[in-house]
């Protein structure tokens, strides 16, 4: 294997440890002397985040390094890295012990240790990724001959590409739906690689001096990550699928002309390709600095190396033991026991799954069940679950996104429970009569909000049905979410500001200079090893993705322009504002974090306060202004993928477009075979339950917002005026810990405050709660906080793909189990799966109750 291809080195020479020696050779190089400097190898190792191979890799080209140099490149990377919560502390503070002490160089002979770890620092950041996460997947060799956009690359990407969209957009409107995700394709693309390598024969053309051939030799990981790019771009299916099936079946709006191809092939492409132009553009913000991490990329790099990395070096691990196996064996390890282990939380018993024990002592009992309930109080349990998918619901798995991003969203969730709870249990807004945490919107019976009696037979606002009817009422928790939601879009551009406007300055710089000729576009930015190998490489020119944002703005306007839908194509416009201001503050909180601030509740809270009274238009708000922003973000992810494995750019802007288009024109056949062809198509008796539950509840949004309107619910002398309270909060909270942290600035721990993450966790109440975070704590600390600190080497082996084989192993499993028992409607009839839904388990516990006929609220007509 070609040393580009090696993510460790197999030890060469006498003074590297052997296969059976990893212990000894470390016991006998503490300390070590180089160049004069008695160094402590392993404090070395413990405080920067290194692992033995990184720091003999940095060894080789710190002596080459004077103190000026470094000197210049620690200034910038301070400038950088100092609000960033991912850069390791301890190397920060030798950073700033370096820079702030002039005899450091006035008389450099006093401090030659601390001079020759701050090389070996400016080695590693250079020459690789100052992040242990980064180094521990990511190869820092390439080589620019390797197959990538070959043949059988293209057959296998497009051909996932149409399968996830057929098998997705089929089973999304099923209750229970199915999605099968990347990581599938990606596990099946490589025996089907390896397959085509051994039986397809070296036959090819010359196109333009290059040889395209269907078996270029061995089926590369540059090949398998396109394939897998391709199939990460088409998994999801067009956002523009709700509106399609409000609009046309006659329970909703009942439009025809939503079942025309036109109309649909328009403002799906419309809006899936608007998002490319942005994340384009955004490039020199999300993709290029070192300090954009994107975890989520790091388990898709780690799957792959573990197929395509043969070098395999022992590590020393817990308990005194040295671990030999492979990435690839542990991998297929850890997956066939997460694949056998999922049947039983998921069929066979699931009380493992929601293990709400507590509850189980007095399942009728009111209190007990609304503190500790899995199912619908607040989850307040020590463990309340065994599933490993529980931890997996809002796809931030605690081994891939840092410690502290997973204990913030539990502090912000914790804290926020204080609030359901004083709110509920006071009868505040009448949420004694409703249950605690529920995401439905209610009536004044306390029964589901039912929209049709407040709107006309053009689904336009019927004020005098409405004075008839009720107003919208809802629960605890989602006030909650409402008063955190509207606090974290201000919050998220006031954090930017504060911490990262060193950052944002400089991409803008860059892509300034990027529209000019002869100009350097990474002005005052050291480029880490990946910018350096990427530029072997043409770029994709700025010119290109706004030719692609041109292009869906004019497919989007004349989608809504050319039909009936009550709506202006200014909204297309609106959806790009939000993301001009958004895009950069999301996309980098994401990369840092893993969590991804979505922009709906701010699109439906401006939509429906600009277009009150007309739903219709509404989901038009509702869609550019949160899809435009979440693709862009989406997409940027993507290009960090393959700026990290080093994939040209030029085929991954073609990856994504061609994925993306074959996915979306198999979606909308897939749309017109379902409207057309499905008897009792999303209604509540529908033999196959094709039920619709994600269209009710989209058309349920729509027509509050956009109908009923924020004006009445949360404007002035509205029901839940107190709720934009969180509007100011949003600027408070992050100002609050800023100061606090300027107070306290060698505070590790207050250096791992992050104001958007705390925030972030309060929003997950209704229908979610402490059972589905409290669990990811203790597991992220073990793998962060002990694991990575004392065995570096073997966290970096195996931790993310740990977290691969647990993800795969689910999805596996949850489609067999899918087609092969819930399809046929099977289940056990136990105790292990019935006590989950005893007492208020299975039926929410409300505290107030009312008698037949009594309503709540205001008097009837009252409210308009």
């Known amino acids: 294997m070609a040393d580009h291809e090696k993510v460790e080195r197999v030890p060469s020479d006498p003074s590297e440890p052997s296969v059976g020696g990893v212990q000894e050779a470390r016991d006998e190089k503490n300390p070590y002397e180089i160049n004069n400097v008695l160094l402590d190898e392993e404090a070395v190792e413990r405080d920067f985040n290194m692992t033995e191979s990184d720091l003999r890799e940095a060894k080789e080209v710190a002596g080459r390094m004077s103190t000026e140099e470094v000197r210049a490149l620690m200034v910038n990377v301070l400038k950088i890295h100092d609000n960033d919560p991912n850069f390791p502390h301890v190397t920060l503070q030798k950073i700033k012990e370096f820079l702030g002490n002039e005899a450091v160089f006035e008389t450099p002979e006093k401090y030659e240790e601390l001079i020759y ?11 690789n990724s100052p992040y242990a996460e980064v180094r521990a997947v990511v190869d820092n060799h390439d080589n620019t001959a390797t197959p990538c956009s070959t043949i059988r690359a293209w057959v296998l ?110 403002i799906s492409l419309g809006t899936n390709f608007i998002g490319y132009g942005m994340a384009g553009l955004a490039r020199r913000f999300l993709v290029y600095p070192a300090s954009c991490v994107w975890p989520a990329s790091l388990v898709t790099i780690a799957l792959n190396q573990a197929f395509h990395t043969e070098a395999n070096v022992p590590v020393d691990g817990p308990f005194k033991r040295v671990y030999r196996s492979s990435r690839y064996k542990f991998f297929l390890l850890a997956f066939g026991a997460m694949f056998v282990y999922f049947w039983f939380p998921n069929w066979i018993f699931t009380a493992l799954s929601a293990f709400s024990w507590l509850s189980w002592i007095a399942p009728d009992n009111l209190n007990l069940s609304i503190i500790t309930g899995f199912n619908n109080g607040l989850g307040l349990n020590p463990w309340p679950t065994f599933d490993w998918n529980i931890l997996l619901f809002d796809q931030l798995d605690p081994l891939m996104v840092p410690f502290f991003s997973t204990f913030n969203r539990f502090l912000g969730m914790f804290a926020s429970m204080f609030v359901v709870i004083a709110i509920w249990y006071t009868n505040t807004y009448n949420t004694g009569y409703l249950p605690i945490n529920s995401n439905r919107v209610f009536d004044n019976m306390g029964k589901l909000y039912n929209v049709s009696r407040t709107i006309d037979e053009r689904g336009i606002f019927d004020p005098v049905k409405y004075a008839d009817y009720s107003p919208p009422f809802l ?46 576009t990474e002005i005052g930015q050291y480029k880490d090893v990946h910018n350096r190998l990427m530029a072997a490489y043409p770029e994709v020119p700025e010119w290109w993705f706004l030719i692609v944002l041109v292009i869906a703005i004019a497919l989007a306007i004349a989608g809504i322009a050319g039909w009936e839908t009550f709506t202006t194509p200014g909204v297309v416009f609106y959806g790009l504002i939000l993301c001009v201001i958004f895009v950069v503050p999301v996309g980098m909180v994401k990369s840092m974090t893993g969590i991804e601030v979505t922009l709906n509740v701010l699109a439906e809270f401006i939509g429906g306060s600009w277009v009150e009274g007309n739903a219709l238009a509404m989901n038009f708000f509702k869609t550019f202004g949160y899809v435009t922003c979440a693709h862009a973000v989406w997409f940027s992810n993507d290009l960090k993928l393959a700026h990290y494995v080093h994939i040209p750019p030029r085929h991954t802007f073609f990856a994504q477009m061609i994925a993306t288009l074959v996915s979306t024109i198999v979606c909308i056949g897939v749309i017109n075979f379902q409207m057309n062809s499905i008897d009792g198509v999303c209604t509540p008796d529908q033999p196959q339950h094709y039920t619709c539950p994600g269209i009710n509840t989209f058309f349920t949004a729509a027509v509050l917002w956009g109908t009923v309107g924020p004006k009445k619910v949360f404007g002035k002398g509205g029901q839940y005026t107190a709720m934009l309270v969180g509007w100011p909060l949003g600027i408070v909270i992050p100002l609050g810990f800023w100061l606090l942290q300027r107070r306290f600035p060698k505070s590790r721990w207050m250096r791992q405050i992050h104001p958007i993450a705390m925030i972030y966790g309060c929003i997950y109440w209704a229908p979610y709660n402490l059972s589905y975070v409290w669990p990811a704590v203790p597991i992220a600390w073990l793998s962060w906080m002990y694991v990575k600190p004392r065995y570096l080497a073997f966290w970096s082996k195996y931790n993310f793909v740990l977290s691969a084989a647990f993800s795969s192993g689910i999805a596996i499993a949850a489609i067999i189990m899918f087609f092969a028992l819930q399809w046929n409607n099977l289940s056990l009839e136990w105790w292990g799966n019935d006590v989950t839904v005893k007492g208020c388990e299975g039926t929410a516990c409300k505290l107030h109750k009312l008698a037949p006929g009594e309503t709540f609220g205001p008097p009837k007509g009252s409210w308009h």
Not at 117 to 127: F, P, S, V
Not at 214 to 243: C, D, R
């Open 157 to 266: 990407g497009l051909a996932f590409s149409a399968l996830l969209g057929f098998i997705n957009q089929l089973f999304s409107i099923r209750q229970p739906a199915i999605t099968i995700l990347s990581n599938v394709a990606q596990m099946l693309a490589y025996p089907l690689g390896k397959g085509l390598e051994k039986t397809l024969p070296d036959w090819g053309f010359t196109l333009f001096g290059v040889r395209h051939s269907l078996n270029p030799g061995p089926f590369s990981k540059k090949e398998h990550m396109l394939i897998t790019i391709m199939a990460n771009v088409a998994f999801q299916i067009p956002y523009t699928h709700y509106v399609i099936w409000t609009q046309y079946l006659p329970q909703y709006f009942n439009q025809s002309y939503a079942g025309s191809y036109a109309y649909q092939i328009l």
């Open 117 to 127: 770890e701050m090389k070996l620092e400016a080695a590693l950041i250079t020459n």
């Open 475 to 520: 629960a605890a928790g989602n006030l909650t979410i409402y008063i955190f939601f509207f606090s974290i879009y201000p919050a998220t551009l006031m954090y930017i500001y504060l911490y990262h406007k060193a950052e944002v300055v400089m991409g803008c710089k860059n892509l300034i200079n990027s529209f000019r000729k002869n100009k350097d």
